[in-house]
C-alpha cells in the first residue's frame, strides 16, 4: 500500500500505522458511559470505503484521516487530523 | 458408506466407481428448526453437535460459495488449548478434548496430530508470564511444561543459539496441542453432520433476516430464496459485521487481514509447532512437508483475503532470526484470511439483541483451534437458550460491563490482539 | 576535589572506523562520513503563530523557513523541514544554540534541543544512490530528490532526516542523514553491510560536508 | 580435466559458449556442460533422461518443459550448508564445479525402494488417507504419520543456517514490464523513447524470450539481430533499467510489486561483500505484464514418461541450447504451433518419427513438410508411451476413425496450446476470462495500473505481440504522465493460431494431470464423483495445482476435465484463486539483512561502552542492550553481584543508567490542560520546578504507563515514560494532541535521545553530588527539596538536569546530562564516588530495590489492571475529564472482588520465589475456581534477607495478613506465603524524603 501523505508526499506502508476507524468521535466530558462505550467498542466495521486515523510515525508523525476502501485498499482521500497544521489557523 | 481401509479396498475392485458424495447435495426446503449461517467448521460443527448430541436434527447450514471457503480453508491448522484466563482455559480445553476424539466421532480422517506446541521465551519477564499462563493450564487440568534452554536445545537443536539478537531461554510447551488437517475438519463434519440429516447447502448466499412484527427472526432471505427458521446461528467469522448489521446491531468488532505462507515441501525439518517469543513467527510442518507459517495481522482493516510486503517481510525476518536454516527453503504460496478481531482478543458466542438470532464470532486469529469446541457450545446455546458452561465468559454484554477476557492486555484496539 | 572534563563523545565514536571498508578491488563506491559537534534545535511553531515564526525565522537566520520537505541553507545554518509546522535548525560553532534561539522565538515557537539527540552522517560517492535503495523507499532518481529535497523517514525502522546536499566538487550526489543518537551504532552496521560491496571509504569531520 | 563427451550436444549453433567448457555432477557422476547452458540443458546434451522420482508414486520423471513452469526435473543443488532442495533444473544456470543430486528417492535414482508405492496405486487414490489411518487413534502420531511424513515431502534442506547473505532494496519507475519477450521488449521500447523511467525483469539470464528459441524475423532482420540492436537503443537510455535473472513475483496494493534478483545463484557461491540474492520492492506508475504463455500438456496414458516434454520446450533444448532430447522425435500436437518444433528439430538434423495431430486438418504446408521429410501425419491422440525409466522407446497411437498405430521414438514433444501466464494479472482475486479462439483463460481485471500485453494477454503471433506490447509501453507511459515520441512500432510476421481443444485422451493406465503431485485424470474423475466440484475443492482433495510448480502445467487440463465431468463448460468451472508468488521464493530474501543479530535494531546508552569496559552483563530490554548486573571478580552467581550492588546503594551511593526511558518535551501554553486530559491526575497545577509522579489510562480505563513529570518552565513539561512504552506512549500523546484535542495549543517533542539519565541513589547521593554539581547549588532538603527538579551547573562548565525523584526508595536524585557528555558524566561519578564506594548498579538491582519499596512495573501495569488494582486509585481526579475516566467505572472494573497487588513472602524465610506461581487458599485444593490470583514480581531482598514478591490477588487487601498457598505446579513447587503490604521498605518513605 502506498499512502500520499499531505505533507511527505506518496510513501510507503510501513511507515504508517492504522488505529482504527474515523467515524466514532470521542464524546465531551460529561457524556455517558453508554455513549463513551459505544465509542469505545462498537464499530460500523465497513465492508467497502470507510474513514480511518492512521499514524506517519515513520514519517512527519502527522494523524492522518484517510479514506479507503476495505475491499480494495484503494484509497480516495488523505486528509491530516484536526490539530495538525493548527500553526496556520487563526489564533 | 463408512470409511475404513476395509472399504478402501473393496472400491480398489472396482476403480473406485463405488464411493458417494462426502455429503449430500442439498437444496433447501422451507422451513428448519435451526438454520446456521456459514458452512465453514464452526458452522458444520454446530449443525452436527445439534444433530448428535441435542437431537435437533432438522437443521440447514448456509454457505455462500463452497464449504470451507473461509477461514476455515486458510488458517495455518494449529489446535492448542495453551490460554492464560479464566473463560479461555476451559473452553480451548473442551475443545482440544473434542480434537482427541473427532476422527472417530467423525469418521474421518482429520489428521489431528499432536506433535506439540512451544512458545519461546527470550526474557525473564516473557518467561514469567508463561509460568502463569502454564500454571493456569495446569490448574484447569491442561498439560504444559516450561522448558529451559538446555530441553529447548535438545529438542530443537537447530534455533538459532549463537548469535541470536534475542537469545532462545525455553519455553512454554504442551505436548498435547499440534495440528490438524483444516479442509477435513470441514468436510468430516459436513460428512457425518449430512449423515444425520443435515442439510448442507452451498452457493446459497443470505442476503437478509426475516422478522415478525415482534423483531424476531424467523428466517433469512437467501440468493436461493426465503428459508424459515426457528433460530437462526451466525458462524461467519470475517463477515460477521456485515452479515450482523443485516439485522441492524453493531458488534464490537474489526475485520483484518491476516497472511499465512507455506514453502514448498521438503523432508521433515521440524517437529510440532513453534512461535518465536521475540517477533511474529510460527510455523508447523504439513504431513505433505511444506513448512506452514504466519505472524502477525497486517494492522488494518480489510475484507480483500490478501495482505502486503512489510507483513510478509517481518515474518520471513522472524523466521530466519529463529532458525535461519530456513534461508533456502523458498516460500511457495502466500495468502490472507479476514479475521473477525475483537475488542479483548476473545470471542463471543451469545444470543443477541435481537430474537431468535444467535452470534458466534470474534474469533480473531484462534478460530481453527475452537472448531468442535465452538461447535459443542453454540449448538448449546441454540437448543437450550442457555451458555455451555465452558462459554459463559463469552458474552456479547461483557464489555459494556468491563468483564473482557484480555489474554494480551492490550485493549480495545483489535489489530494489536 | 577532582578536575572533571567533559569530553562529549559521538555515538558512533566506538564503531566508527576511520579508512577503507569492504571490497578492495574497486574504486570505493561509497564515501561515508560521520560529522561531529553540531547545534540541532528542533523549531515547532505554536497554535496559530505559523506567520509570526517564518518571519522571525527570516530575521534571524536570513532564509525563509521550510514549509514543505526541503532543506534551505544559509551561510551558517540549515533548516531542514521535519513536519507539519516544524524545521530542524542545523549549525555549528554555536551560533545557533536552544540559547540563543530561545529569545528569537520566544512567543511563535516552541524549542527543543536535539543536539545530542542525533548523529549526523553523509553519504556520497558513485553508488550512493544504489547503497540508500537497500535502506530506504524513498525515490533519490534526481529529478524526484533534487539538491534541497528533503524528507522525514525511516531506515531500517528508525525515523530518520534525510536530505540532500550540495552536490561534491566531483559531481557526486551528497546525502545527509540525521539519526537518533541510540540507534546511531546500529544503523551505522546496517549501513557498512548495505555499502561493502561497493567498497567504502570512512570518515569523521567536524565540519559539513 | 576428464574430457566429457556430450553425447547428445548438437555440432553447432545455440547460445551456448563452446569455449567456455564446464563441469558438474549429478547424482555424483561427472558431466560436462558449457557457459549458457542451464543444468538442465546440459543434462539433456548428456543423454540423462531420468531426473527425478514424483511425490507420490516414485515414478521416474524426465524433463518436462524449459523454465520455471517445471514439475518434474527438481534437485538438490549445491551441498553442504547450501544445499537447495527443489531446484529447477530447467532455471540452474550451469556453473563449473556445480553439484546437484535427485531427490525423494532411496536408495537412488534408478532402483527406487519407494515405488513399491505404485503397487498400492490402486488404494493410495486422491483423498485415500481422509478415509483410513483412523484406528486406533493413538497410531496416528505413532505410526501413520511419521511413515507418511518421511515417505512424503520432496528434497531436504540443509538443516543449518544459510551461509549466505541476503539484502532488500527498493526501485521506482514509470513503466515495469515484466518479460523481456517480444511484447516486453517492444514495450520497453516505446516507454523508454517517450522518456519514462522504465525497469524491465527477466527471469532468465538472457533476453529474448521465446524468440531465444523461436527466432523469426523482426523489422526485418533476424530475431537476433533485432534483440541486440533493441538492447543497445534501450542502454542508451538513460532512464531505462533491464535487469536479468529478476523474476516479478507479485503484485501488492498501491502500485508496490516483488521482485527476485537470483544475483549470483549462477556462481558456486557469492563473491565475497555480495549478496546471493535480492529482493526487490518496485514502486511503478504502471505495469505490463509481458510474461508470456506457458504451452500446455495433454493428459494421456503414459504421458509422464522420461522423454515426454512440451513441445517448445524440446525447440528451445535444440535451437538455444544445441542440445538434443531426443535423436527421433515423434509430436503430439492439437494445434498449428507445435509443428514449429518439426521444423526446429528437421533444422538441427533431427529424425521426425511421426506427428500425431489431434486436429482433423493438417495445413498444406504442414502435409507438404512431412512429405519433404518423409514423416508420417497421423491424425489422431497419443494413447501409450512404451518405455521407463530411460526414456521412451514406442508411442501407440489411436487415429480418429478407429484405427490405430505404432510410432517408434526417443522422444515425444506435445502441445495442448498454451495458456497465458495469469498469475500477476489475477492476484488480486481478479479472475481471467475464458477465450474461444484460443482456448484458453486471458487476463481480465487486472490490479490498478497493470496491463497485459503478447502472449500474456492472449496473443500468441509474433506481429501482435510485437504491437500490443509497444502499444502497451507508449500507453503506460503516457499514462504515467510522459510525452515524448514513442517512434514507429517494430514489425513482425503475423502468424494464425489453430487449435482444437484436446485435454485429456481417455484410456487405460494412468494419465497425469499434475505430474508433481501425481494426481491423474482419474482422480478428477473421483473428486467429483464424492463431491468436491468446485475447483477450489478440486484441488484441495486431489492436491492439484499445490505443488513447487504451483500447477502452471496442471490447473488448467485440471478444471477442463472436471468441466468434462461434470457436464459443465470450462468458464462455468473457473480458476482457482491465484496466489503469490509467481516463483517460489527464497525464505531469506524476503528476510534480508535482518537475521542473526540484525534481526532488529539494537539501541544502546550513552554509558553501554563504559559499562561493557566494566565487564556488565546485559539485558535485551525492547531493542535496547541494558546493563544488567556489573559482576565483579571472585562472585559466584549474579545473585551475589546483585545483592552487592543492592546493599551498595542501601548502605552509601550507586548510580544506573535510566536512559532508555521514554523521555518527551511538552511545550506550549496548554502543556498542563494537555497534560491534564492524559494523566489521571492534575498536572496543571504542579509547581515550575516540581516533579510529580503520573499515572495514564487507555480509553478503556486500563493503566496504561506511568512515569514521572517534571514542568521546568511555565509552557515547559519534561515527561517520562517506561522503557517498554515509550515509542506507543509518544504516538498516543499525539494522537490525543492532533486528534482528540486540537483546541490545545500544545507541542510534543521526543528527546529520548537527547538525555544521557542516571538515577543516583543512597544515603551518600548528596556527598557525590556535591562533588560534582557546581557549589554554588543547593542540594539541601530545602533548597531542593523531594520532587523538586530544576537546571543545576557542574563543576567543568557542563549543565544538566536534576531530579529530586526516587525509584528505590532511598535519597536519590536523577541527573540527565546533553547524550554526547553521557560516558564522560559516568566517568566522572565513579572518579568523584571512588571516596564514597560509588557502585553501578543494573536493572536486576534496580528491580529490587522497587519491589522492596513495592513500586509497580511491567509486570503489574500488563494492560489489564486497574489504577485501584495497582492502589493508585486515589490518584484518579473526580474534577475533570481524561482519557479513560468513564469506561474505568464501569461494574467489573470497580467489583469487590478484582485482583489487587499486595506483597507476598514465604512462611519459610529461606525458600525462594517464583513470578508466575498461582495463589491459592491455604489447605484447598488448586482449581479454576479457587484460583486467586498469581505472583508478579519476585526478588531475593538483601535488606530483608530474605525472597519477596508482588501478587494480584482476589480481594488482596483485605486478605493482608492471611496466609495462603503459592501453587506452581510447573515447576514442582507449592509452599505457604504470607500476604502483606507491599511496601516492604521504608513505609513512610523517611529515607527518600531525608
Not at chain 2, 486458510?74 to 473442551?94: D, K, Q, V, W
Not at chain 2, 507459517?293 to 525476518?317: H, K, L, T, W
Not at chain 4, 538441427?348 to 486436429?359: K, Y
Request: proline fraction near 5%; glycine fraction near 12%.
Amino acid at each position: 500500500m502506498r499512502i500520499v501523505c499531505p505533507f511527505c508526499g506518496e510513501r510507503e506502508l510501513g511507515e504508517f500505522t492504522c488505529l482504527g476507524d474515523a467515524k466514532p468521535v470521542r464524546p465531551a466530558a460529561g457524556a455517558s458511559a453508554d455513549e463513551v462505550f459505544d465509542y469505545v467498542y462498537l464499530r460500523d466495521n465497513v465492508a467497502g470505503e470507510t474513514s480511518e486515523h492512521w499514524y506517519h510515525g515513520g514519517g512527519c508523525r502527522a494523524w492522518l484521516k484517510i479514506t479507503r476502501n476495505t475491499l480494495t485498499h484503494e484509497i480516495s482521500s488523505v486528509e491530516p487530523a484536526a490539530g495538525v497544521g493548527a500553526a496556520k489557523v487563526g489564533a | 458408506m463408512k470409511y475404513s481401509i476395509f472399504s478402501l479396498a473393496r472400491a480398489a475392485f472396482s476403480g473406485h466407481k463405488t464411493w458417494q458424495r462426502t455429503w449430500r447435495d442439498a437444496s433447501p426446503r422451507d422451513r428448519y428448526d435451526v438454520v446456521i449461517i456459514g458452512g465453514g467448521g464452526h458452522g458444520l460443527a454446530t449443525a452436527w453437535f445439534l444433530a448428535s448430541e441435542y437431537g435437533i436434527r432438522n437443521v440447514a447450514v448456509l454457505e455462500k460459495g463452497w464449504i470451507g471457503s473461509g477461514n476455515a480453508g486458510r488458517n495455518t491448522t494449529i489446535i492448542r488449548s495453551n490460554y492464560g484466563l479464566p473463560g479461555n482455559s476451559g473452553f480451548y480445553e473442551l475443545s482440544m478434548k473434542l480434537w482427541e476424539r473427532m476422527e472417530q466421532d467423525l469418521n474421518y480422517n482429520t489428521m489431528v496430530s499432536q506433535r506439540g506446541v512451544i512458545n519461546l521465551y527470550h526474557s525473564d519477564a516473557q518467561r514469567d508470564a508463561y509460568a502463569r499462563r502454564g500454571n493456569t493450564m495446569r490448574i484447569n487440568g491442561i498439560d504444559a511444561e516450561l522448558l529451559d534452554l538446555a530441553a529447548v536445545r535438545k529438542m530443537m537443536p537447530f534455533l538459532n543459539f549463537d548469535n541470536a539478537r534475542f537469545p532462545v531461554q525455553g519455553g512454554l510447551l504442551q505436548r498435547r496441542g499440534g495440528t490438524a488437517r483444516h479442509d477435513a475438519v470441514v468436510w468430516g463434519y459436513a460428512h457425518a453432520a449430512s449423515a444425520l440429516g443435515v442439510d448442507v447447502i452451498q452457493n446459497c448466499e443470505v442476503t437478509g433476516f426475516v422478522r415478525d412484527a415482534n423483531g424476531k427472526v424467523t428466517g433469512v432471505e437467501t440468493s436461493r430464496g426465503k428459508i424459515g427458521a426457528g433460530k437462526v446461528g451466525m458462524a461467519v467469522a470475517g463477515s460477521s459485521s456485515r452479515v450482523a448489521a443485516m439485522a441492524g446491531l453493531r458488534l464490537p468488532i474489526e475485520s483484518h487481514v491476516l497472511q499465512a505462507f507455506v514453502s514448498e515441501a521438503i523432508k521433515p525439518l521440524i517437529p510440532g509447532v513453534m512461535t518465536f517469543g521475540a517477533g511474529h513467527f510460527y510455523v508447523s510442518q504439513s504431513d505433505k512437508g511444506g513448512l506452514v507459517f504466519g505472524g502477525d495481522i497486517d494492522g488494518y482493516n480489510s475484507y480483500a483475503q490478501r495482505g502486503n510486503m512489510p507483513v510478509m517481510e517481518d515474518v520471513c525476518e522472524g523466521g530466519m532470526a529463529l532458525m535461519p536454516m530456513i534461508g533456502r527453503v523458498r516460500l511457495l504460496r502466500q495468502w490472507g484470511g479476514i479475521m473477525d478481531m475483537s475488542m479483548d482478543g476473545s470471542p463471543i458466542i451469545d444470543k443477541t439483541p435481537v430474537d431468535g438470532l444467535y452470534l458466534n464470532a470474534g474469533w480473531c486469529y484462534g478460530g481453527f483451534k475452537a472448531t468442535p469446541g465452538s461447535g459443542l457450545v453454540f449448538a448449546h446455546l441454540l437448543a437450550r437458550d442457555a451458555p455451555h458452561e465452558e462459554a459463559a465468559r463469552f458474552r456479547l454484554d461483557r464489555f459494556r460491563r468491563g468483564a473482557m477476557i484480555d489474554e494480551k492486555g492490550v485493549g480495545a484496539q483489535p489489530n494489536l490482539h | 576535589m577532582a578536575e572533571f572534563s567533559w569530553l562529549p563523545r559521538s555515538p558512533l565514536e566506538h564503531a566508527l572506523v576511520a579508512g577503507a571498508y569492504g571490497a578492495r578491488d574497486v574504486e570505493p563506491g561509497i564515501a561515508l562520513t560521520e560529522i561531529r559537534n553540531f547545534d540541532l534545535v528542533q523549531i515547532m511553531a505554536r497554535r496559530g503563530r505559523w506567520a509570526d515564526l517564518a518571519n522571525a525565522a527570516k530575521a534571524r537566520f536570513g532564509v525563509s523557513a521550510p514549509d514543505t520537505p526541503k532543506a534551505v541553507s544559509a551561510s551558517d545554518v540549515t533548516l531542514i523541514w521535519s513536519g507539519p509546522d516544524q524545521f530542524l535548525a542545523l549549525s555549528k560553532g554555536g551560533k545557533h544554540t536552544m540559547e540563543t534561539l530561545s529569545q528569537a522565538f520566544s512567543q511563535s515557537a516552541s524549542l527543543s534541543d536535539q543536539s545530542h539527540a542525533r548523529a549526523l552522517i553523509s553519504v556520497t560517492g558513485a553508488q550512493a544512490r544504489t547503497m540508500l535503495a537497500k535502506l530506504s523507499s524513498i525515490d533519490l532518481h534526481p529529478a524526484v530528490f533534487p539538491i534541497g529535497a528533503a524528507a522525514a523517514t525511516s531506515m531500517d525502522h528508525t525515523s530518520v532526516n534525510l536530505w540532500r546536499g550540495n552536490d561534491r566538487p566531483d559531481g557526486q550526489a551528497v546525502f545527509n542523514l540525521l539519526v537518533f543518537a541510540t540507534f546511531a551504532e546500529s544503523l551505522w552496521h546496517t549501513m557498512l553491510d548495505a555499502a561493502a560491496e561497493y567498497g567504502v571509504d570512512i570518515g569523521h569531520s567536524e565540519e559539513f560536508a | 580435466m576428464v574430457s566429457l563427451a556430450q553425447t547428445h550436444r548438437l555440432e553447432s549453433g545455440g547460445l551456448i559458449d563452446r569455449s567456455a567448457p564446464l563441469n558438474f555432477s549429478f547424482d555424483g557422476k561427472i558431466f560436462a556442460g558449457f557457459q549458457g547452458d542451464t543444468l538442465a540443458s546440459a543434462l539433456i546434451a548428456n543423454g540423462v533422461k531420468l531426473v527425478g522420482r514424483s511425490f507420490k508414486y516414485h515414478r521416474p520423471r524426465g524433463i518436462l518443459t524449459a523454465g520455471s513452469e517445471e514439475p518434474n526435473a527438481l534437485v538438490e543443488l549445491r551441498s553442504g550448508a547450501r544445499r537447495e532442495p527443489n531446484t529447477k533444473a530447467t532455471t540452474a544456470e550451469l556453473y563449473d564445479g556445480l553439484e546437484a543430486a535427485s531427490q525423494n528417492r532411496w536408495p537412488s535414482l534408478r532402483h527406487d525402494l519407494m515405488a513399491v508405492n505404485q503397487l498400492f496405486a490402486p488404494i493410495f487414490v486422491a483423498g485415500f488417507y481422509y478415509k483410513t489411518f483412523m484406528w486406533p487413534a493413538k497410531f496416528w502420531e505413532a505410526i501413520y504419520e511419521p511413515a507418511i511424513r518421511r515417505a512424503a515431502g520432496l528434497g531436504r534442506a540443509a538443516g543449518v543456517a544459510d551461509p549466505d547473505h541476503y539484502d532488500k532494496a527498493w526501485a521506482h519507475c514509470d513503466v515495469l514490464i515484466a518479460g523481456s519477450g517480444p511484447a516486453g521488449l517492444a514495450a520497453a521500447l516505446a516507454a523508454g523513447r517517450i522518456g519514462a523511467r522504465v525497469i524491465l525483469c527477466e527471469e532468465d539470464f538472457v533476453l529474448g524470450g521465446r524468440l531465444l528459441a523461436d527466432g523469426g524475423t523482426i523489422d526485418s532482420m533476424p530475431a537476433a539481430e533485432w534483440i541486440s540492436r533493441t538492447l543497445a537503443e534501450l542502454a542508451a537510455l538513460p532512464d531505462v533499467r533491464i535487469m536479468t535473472r529478476t523474476t516479478l513475483f507479485g503484485v501488492y496494493d498501491g502500485g508496490t510489486y516483488g521482485a527476485i534478483e537470483q544475483v549470483n545463484d549462477h556462481l558456486p557461491s557469492p563473491p565475497q561483500h555480495q549478496v546471493r540474492q535480492r529482493l526487490w520492492r518496485i514502486v511503478a506508475k504502471r505495469s505490463i505484464v509481458a510474461a508470456g504463455a506457458i504451452e500446455r500438456p495433454i493428459v494421456f496414458t503414459g504421458n509422464d514418461t522420461p522423454g515426454v516434454m512440451m513441445a517448445s520446450a524440446m525447440r528451445t533444448y535444440v535451437a538455444r541450447y544445441a542440445a538434443a532430447p531426443a535423436r527421433r522425435v515423434a509430436l503430439f500436437t492439437n494445434n498449428a504451433d507445435g509443428w514449429r518444433t518439426v521444423e526446429t528439430a528437421l533444422g538441427a538434423g533431427l529424425q521426425i518419427a511421426a506427428v500425431v495431430d489431434a486436429r482433423p486438418d493438417v495445413s498444406s504446408e504442414h502435409r507438404a513438410l512431412a512429405t519433404k521429410a518423409g514423416f508420417p501425419v497421423l491424425n489422431g491422440s497419443v494413447v501409450g508411451v512404451e518405455g521407463g525409466k530411460d526414456g521412451v522407446r514406442k508411442i501407440a497411437v489411436s487415429l480418429i476413425g478407429g484405427a490405430r498405430a505404432e510410432v517408434e521414438a526417443d522422444g515425444l514433444a506435445v502441445s495442448g496450446g498454451w495458456n497465458p501466464a495469469v498469475g500477476l494479472t489475477s492476484y488480486h482475486r481478479g479472475r481471467p476470462k475464458w477465450q474461444d479462439d484460443i482456448s484458453a483463460f486471458v487476463p481480465d481485471s487486472a490490479p490498478p495500473g497493470m496491463m497485459a500485453a503478447g502472449a500474456a494477454n492472449g496473443a500468441y503471433g509474433l506481429g501482435a505481440c510485437l504491437r500490443q506490447g509497444f502499444a502497451a509501453g507508449a500507453a503506460a507511459a503516457q499514462s504515467a504522465g510522459r510525452a515524448g515520441n514513442p517512434g514507429t512500432a517494430p514489425v513482425g510476421d503475423d502468424e494464425t493460431f489453430s487449435l482444437t481443444p484436446l485435454w485429456h485422451v481417455a484410456g487405460k493406465g494412468k494419465a497425469f494431470v499434475d505430474y508433481q503431485h501425481d494426481v491423474t485424470a482419474s482422480d478428477i474423475e473421483l473428486a467429483q464423483r464424492e463431491g468436491f466440484e468446485s475447483v477450489e475443492h478440486l484441488k484441495r482433495y486431489t492436491t492439484l495445482g499445490m505443488a513447487t510448480d504451483q500447477g502452471k502445467t496442471s490447473n488448467v487440463a485440471g478444471l477442463a476435465i472436471m468441466a468434462a465431468v461434470s457436464a459443465k463448460s470450462i468458464p462455468e468451472t473457473g480458476t482457482t484463486i491465484y496466489r503469490p508468488p509467481y516463483v517460489p521464493v527464497a525464505i531469506g530474501a524476503f528476510a534480508g539483512h535482518h537475521r542473526d543479530e540484525n534481526f532488529h535494531a539494537t539501541r544502546l546508552t550513552p554509558s553501554h561502552h563504559w559499562a561493557a569496559e566494566q565487564g556488565a552483563v546485559f539485558v535485551d530490554t525492547g531493542l535496547w542492550k541494558r546493563a544488567q548486573w556489573y559482576p565483579r571478580s571472585g562472585e559466584k552467581d549474579w545473585l551475589e553481584s546483585v545483592t552487592r550492588e543492592v546493599k551498595a546503594v542501601r548502605g552509601g551511593v550507586g548510580f544506573c543508567d535510566v536512559s532508555t526511558l521514554g523521555k518527551i518535551d511538552v511545550h506550549g501554553p496548554d502543556a498542563g490542560a494537555f497534560l491534564d486530559r492524559v494523566y489521571i491526575n492534575t498536572f496543571s497545577s504542579l509547581a515550575v520546578g516540581k516533579a510529580r509522579y503520573g499515572l495514564m489510562l487507555r480509553e478503556d480505563g486500563m493503566v496504561y504507563d506511568d512515569g514521572t513529570t517534571s514542568r521546568l518552565a511555565e509552557d515547559h513539561y519534561f515527561l517520562t515514560t517506561t522503557t517498554a512504552k515509550a515509542g506507543p506512549v509518544m504516538q498516543h500523546l499525539e494522537f490525543c494532541r492532533q486528534v482528540l484535542f486540537p483546541e490545545l495549543d500544545a507541542q510534543l517533542t521526543s528527546v529520548s535521545d537527547q538525555w544521557a539519565q542516571f538515577s543516583i541513589a543512597g544515603p551518600k547521593t548528596r556527598d557525590l553530588l556535591r562533588e560534582i554539581v557546581d557549589p554554588a547549588e543547593d542540594l539541601s532538603n530545602e533548597g531542593f527539596p523531594f520532587m523538586g527538579a530544576r537546571e543545576v551547573a557542574l563543576r567543568g562548565g557542563i549543565k544538566a538536569r536534576l531530579f529530586r525523584i526516587s525509584f528505590s526508595g532511598e535519597m536519590a536524585f536523577e541527573i540527565s546530562v546533553p547524550a554526547r557528555y553521557g560516558d564522560a558524566l559516568v566517568r566522572n561519578l565513579m572518579l568523584a564516588g571512588k571516596q564514597f564506594g560509588v557502585t553501578p548498579y543494573g536493572t536486576e538491582a534496580l528491580g529490587v530495590m522497587r519491589i522492596e519499596k513495592g513500586h509497580v512495573a511491567g509486570p503489574e501495569l500488563n494492560g489489564t489492571t486497574t489504577a485501584a488494582d495497582l492502589g493508585l486509585a486515589k490518584m484518579m481526579s473526580t474534577k475533570k475529564d481524561f482519557v479513560g475516566r468513564v469506561m474505568a467505572g464501569r461494574e467489573a472494573l470497580v467489583a469487590a472482588d478484582r485482583q489487587v497487588v499486595v506483597g507476598i513472602k514465604p512462611t519459610d524465610k529461606t525458600r525462594r520465589l517464583r513470578s508466575g506461581a498461582h495463589v491459592i487458599p491455604k489447605g484447598e485444593i488448586p482449581g479454576p475456581d479457587n484460583d486467586l490470583g498469581y505472583v508478579t514480581s519476585v526478588c531475593f531482598s538483601p535488606t530483608l534477607d530474605q525472597w519477596i514478591g508482588l501478587a494480584l490477588v482476589e480481594r488482596g487487601r483485605e486478605r493482608i495478613g492471611e496466609i495462603v498457598h503459592a501453587h506452581d505446579p510447573l515447576r514442582g513447587e507449592d509452599y505457604d506465603v504470607e500476604l502483606c503490604n507491599p511496601v516492604f521498605y521504608d513505609p513512610d518513605g523517611g529515607r527518600q524524603r531525608g
